[in-house]
């Protein structure tokens, strides 16, 4: 891909960037819209200029499955159903609203309810005129998420968009241990990404596997900020108590409560930009970064460039759109003879 990064790598301008770790309004579509709405104005009142959520943030990660068997866990998914958010609803449009008169670009997780009634794990980028600049699902759903959400699709693998301050990418949790969609984002030069995650717990928490847990999954984050060398913008999720218990979690010993956040900046050599956080607490966190730091470090290794052998190793992308219906005979043939069988 051949382009002019606008900033380039070596602007010096600063400027604000915040990840969210906060925790859903469970299966309620209305509050979880009110709740992203009042995080967005927060944040651009302290002069954040790109902000990201967590994933699914809308209407909450559904680990029930995970923490019951699947009949237990129907009536807290019918509800997480039908508060699932359209790409094109009323609900959508008030969050582009809220964007717009921010004047801030924001990466929203969310569960996409899409026509025909399936769910998907979506992000959408929208941009400070407040156009959805990128709208992509999940590529994979993971483990026991395949009893809920189906897999993305040909848009999933596009996920750097241009915003004012800079190339934006955007990854859902596992989604970092997708290799070749790794190498397909990076070939499109983002300066730097937002990284969705649920809640995950201290290493081994209940007995849970070390990939499941906070540190595993910064780390995860840490890596593709220094591989891309961009900046990671890494936002997580916080259970309640409460939460915990309309999402029937009680009990399960993965998780503690309250918890689940770790929500960190980190910088295009790796480094974390903030502090860490308790937690169990609800907070936006901030780093000012200029795209300077990113020359700093495509210098040493630019793995789409100075630091790659793309005659040896290279990836293919097969990026068609598939559909579930395809006339193999020509479609206007198909039309003409059910026509005939009407008449």
Not at 169 to 198: D, R
């Amino acid at each position: 891909m051949s382009l002019s990064l606008i900033p380039p790598n070596t602007d010096t301008t600063k400027f604000k960037v915040a990840a969210v770790q906060a925790e859903p309004a469970w299966c309620d579509l209305q509050r979880g819209v009110d709740k992203t709405i009042r995080i967005i104005h927060e944040a651009s009142s302290e002069g954040a200029k790109i902000i990201g959520f967590p994933e699914l943030f809308i209407p909450g990660y559904p680990w029930t499955p995970l923490a019951n068997n699947f009949v237990a866990a129907q009536p807290v998914l019918k509800d997480y159903h039908a508060n699932a958010l359209s790409i094109h609803s009323p609900e959508m449009s008030r969050i582009q609203d809220a964007v717009h008169e921010a004047d801030v670009t924001v990466v929203l997780g969310f569960a996409e309810h899409a026509q025909g009634g399936s769910l998907y794990i979506a992000q959408v980028t929208i941009t400070p005129d407040g156009k959805i600049a990128n709208y992509r699902r999940k590529l994979k759903a993971t483990h026991y998420e395949k009893t809920i959400f189906g897999d993305g699709n040909d848009q999933s693998i596009y996920n750097v968009v241009q915003t004012p301050y800079g190339r934006l990418a955007s990854l859902n949790c596992w989604e970092h241990i997708q290799p070749w969609l790794k190498t397909h984002m990076y070939s499109q030069y983002p300066q730097l990404f937002v990284a969705s995650w649920p809640a995950a717990f201290p290493p081994h928490t209940g007995g849970s596997p070390y990939s499941y847990s906070s540190e595993a999954c910064t780390r995860m984050s840490q890596f593709v900020a220094i591989e891309a060398g961009c900046f990671g913008i890494v936002a997580s999720t916080v259970i309640s108590k409460k939460g915990a218990e309309r999402m029937k979690l009680i009990g399960f010993p993965w998780f503690k409560f309250p918890g689940g956040g770790f929500s960190v900046i980190y910088g295009p050599d790796g480094s974390a930009l903030t502090e860490p956080v308790d937690a169990g607490a609800e907070v936006i966190i901030y780093a000012d970064i200029s795209l300077d730091k990113i020359a700093e470090n495509k210098i040493v290794a630019d793995i789409m460039g100075n630091y790659s052998r793309f005659d040896l190793l290279s990836t293919a992308v097969h990026g068609r759109k598939q559909v579930p219906v395809t006339y193999t005979d020509g479609e206007d043939d198909l039309k003409e003879g059910l026509s005939v069988l009407a008449s």
